[in-house]
Structures are given as C-alpha cells and as structure tokens.
C-alpha cells in the first residue's frame, strides 16, 4: 500500500493533544551551500530573505500555538544555519513560550564558522541547551571529497569554544563513508570529537541524493560496514555508548535529536509536522512560505493521511532507529498493547537474533542496528529522496506517491 502525499488539507485543524510533542523550527539559510547537503536552504547574503521569514515564522507559530496550556518536550532548530537569523532565535523562542511550556531542551544547529563569542552569548541568553556542530570531518581530504570548504581547525577552535560555555549537549556530525576515508582517518575524527568536549557524536552514512551535486559516489556498503565497525570500537574505547543506530553519547550524559519524536510540529520552509493521523510538509519556496504565513494562511504543500496501522508501523520504524522499542510509549500513544499490535514480528526478530527483550519492551542487536542501517539507507532514496526533489521542483506534482 502506497503513502500518498495529496496538494491540499492546507485548512485542516492541527490536533496537537499528544503525547511527546516536539517542536522543529527551520532556518533555510547557509552561506555557502554544501553540495553533500539534503536540507532545504538558500544563500545568505545581501538582499537576504531573512526579516521576511522571521515575521512569517513567527507568525505561523502564533496560528498554530494557540492553547496556553501547551506543553513541549523540546524545541529544535535546523536548517540552513540557523544562527545567521541572530536575535531572531530568541524572538522566535518568545513566540513559542507565550503559547507553550518547553519542558525539555532547546537545540540550536551550528556551522563551525558561526561559532563566535557574541554568537553563543545570543544562544545562552535565549535559552539554548543544546548544540550540534556540523564538522562532518577533522580530515581535509575527506572534507575536500565531501566538497565542503574551510579548514578544519575552524570546527577544532568551534568545539572548544563550544565545551567552554557550559552547553547540557555538545552534539558533532560527522559522515562515515566518504570516499577516500580509511578506518583511521573515521577513529581520529571521532577521537578528536571526543578529547574537544563533545556529549555526543552523530555519525550519518554518505548519501547521495539525486538532486545533490556530489562530484563523487559513496563507498560500498562492505566498507560502510567496516566503518561502522570502526565506530563501535572507537565508541567502547573513548567511553561512549549507542543512543540510537548512528549516534554515540558519552556515558551518563543526555542525549541529542532533531525530529525523531512520536510527534512533532514544524515551522518553517520545508519544515514538516508528523501527528496522530497526519504528515505535513510545508512549501519549500520562502516567499511564497512568507505570503501564506503573514496572510493567516496554513503554509502546508502536502498532506500525507495515515491509517491507524500505517501510523504505528511508522512509529515502529524509527523507535527502532533509537534501538528501543517501548511498551510504555506505545500504550501511551495508541492506547494499544504493543504485543498485540506487533507481537509476531517481535518474535521473529527475536528468534533472528536481531532483536532483544528490554525492561519494557525490545532493543535491537548489534545486528539489528546493521540491518536498520542498510534499511534506512534504502528508505531515504525511496521515500525522503522522492519527496523532497519533487517538493524542490519549480512547479511542485499536485500529488506524490511513494511505494
């Protein structure tokens, strides 16, 4: 059965009574664009769209977070590079606390060349918890491969600033799979990570996406593998444990995400919502974003439906991406048994050794995580690619279907 994304539903009410809400807001500037980068973002510079966009995100916040009582699990902030909006951070953070309660952190992504002294000062007085630096790779010629510019020991000056302001979170991306990248150049990076200061270290696989401008291809999925292998070992020996597939957090710190929450409302240019019964995904073009937003109007490109099933099927997905599937969570979100609803795949995943009983539900193994990450990999081409690239188009498709 397809998922099915239909032009339209712009009008439909946002039934944000749920369990776990999130917040992820979008900033869709850079200034410069990585050619490796999925992201929807524009070049920053003179004649910049960002006063517009911060109105309209503004006022987007203010149309949808309108129940005083409101309570959020966290608010997220990518992009783009969100700290070129400046000030603007803390009046979009304003905005969301007069209508909602954030209980947990607030995450802010980062490039290594906008972290500066009076750009952490404007991040700490707004109210952020949490950072993600996006080295990518201490390594130049990974870098190089990567077609990202800078020298690295730009993201090594960004980290230590960074561990020197008391952030709760320190998160830093890096990509395995580059070519060219041994499994000592991916151990040093992840060393290094570790010895400047980094709570966690998120490692994501090198895709290349159709719409990308990679000059290269990934490596293999056999030397992807021994490179996760790599990252285990440098995990263990650096006293970091698994959070989730692809992200390591040091021992007895918190951990860092961006939208993988049961739910979660977006904000933004192509910024996207996932509720009860519902997927949304807003217009990527920031003018026309600006126009429905400042007019009142819901700035929704598309509306994927979600059968019941459909719903907890996705939610079992990426439960299974943070390697823990819980009983607890799920009885809270569909007021079903887990075991019920999913119980004879469970057991099969058991049996198959990719799957373990946890206190209150199920882990992967070591070699469920394997196959998780070859899965997800497929997903993105077939799903997030797809997507994206026809959102990205300058006459969007009135429908996407998705098999």
């Known amino acids: 059965m397809p998922f099915v994304f239909e032009s339209g539903g712009h009008t439909d009410a946002l039934d944000l009574d749920v369990p776990h809400l999130g917040a992820y807001v979008h900033v869709p500037f850079c200034e410069s664009l990585c050619p490796f980068c999925p992201y929807h973002k524009e070049r920053y510079g003179n004649g910049s769209l960002m006063p517009l966009y911060l109105d309209a995100v503004t006022r987007e916040i203010e149309s949808v977070l309108d129940d005083n009582d409101m309570r959020l699990t966290s608010v997220y902030f990518g992009g783009g590079s969100p700290a070129l909006a400046g000030e603007g951070i803390s009046h979009i953070l304003d905005a969301v606390r007069r209508h909602a309660i954030i209980e947990g952190g607030v995450g802010v992504e980062l490039h290594p060349r906008d972290v500066d002294e009076q750009t952490l000062k404007t991040l700490l007085e707004a109210g952020v918890t949490m950072v993600s630096l996006g080295v990518q790779s201490f390594d130049s010629a990974s870098l190089a ?15 230590r600033m960074l561990a020197g302001v008391g952030f709760d979170v320190i998160d830093v991306d890096l990509i395995f799979g580059i070519p060219g990248q ?222």
């Not at 491969?145 to 690295?152: E, F, I, N, T, Y």
């Not at 021994?226 to 021992?251: I, K, P």
């Not at 026309?288 to 099933?309: D, E, H, N, V, W």
Request: proline letters at 3%; hydrophobic letters at 40%.
């Open 182 to 403: 041994g499994a000592d150049v991916l151990a040093r990076d992840f060393k290094q990570a570790c010895d400047l200061g980094a709570t966690q270290i998120s490692t994501y696989p090198f895709i290349d996406f159709s719409y990308a401008s990679n000059r290269h291809r990934p490596v293999s999925e056999g030397q992807k593998r021994a490179l996760m292998s790599e990252l285990l070992r440098a995990a263990d020996v650096n006293g970091f444990e698994r959070g989730s597939v692809w992200t390591f957090r040091r021992r007895g710190t918190a951990a860092y995400s961006s939208v993988t929450r049961d739910n979660f409302v977006g904000f933004g240019p192509s910024a996207t919502t996932l509720l009860r019964d519902q997927f949304k995904i807003n217009t990527f073009d920031v003018e026309a974003y600006a126009r429905l937003a400042l007019s009142g109007k819901s700035p929704t490109a598309y509306t994927l439906k979600f059968s019941a099933r459909a719903r907890q099927a996705y939610w079992l997905f990426w439960s299974c991406y943070n390697m823990d599937i819980g009983r607890t969570r799920f009885q809270e979100l569909f007021n079903e048994d887990l075991d019920a609803a999913f119980g004879t795949p469970l057991r099969f995943a058991r049996l198959l050794g990719i799957a373990a009983d946890a206190e209150d539900g199920y882990t992967l193994s070591a070699t469920g995580a394997y196959l998780y990450h070859v899965v997800e990999q497929v997903y993105t081409r077939q799903y997030i690619d797809k997507t994206w690239r026809a959102s990205m188009a300058q006459e969007p498709p009135r429908r996407i279907v998705l098999w």
């Open 145 to 159: 491969a990567l077609g990202r510019s800078g020298d690295p020991s730009r993201s090594r000056d960004a980290l």
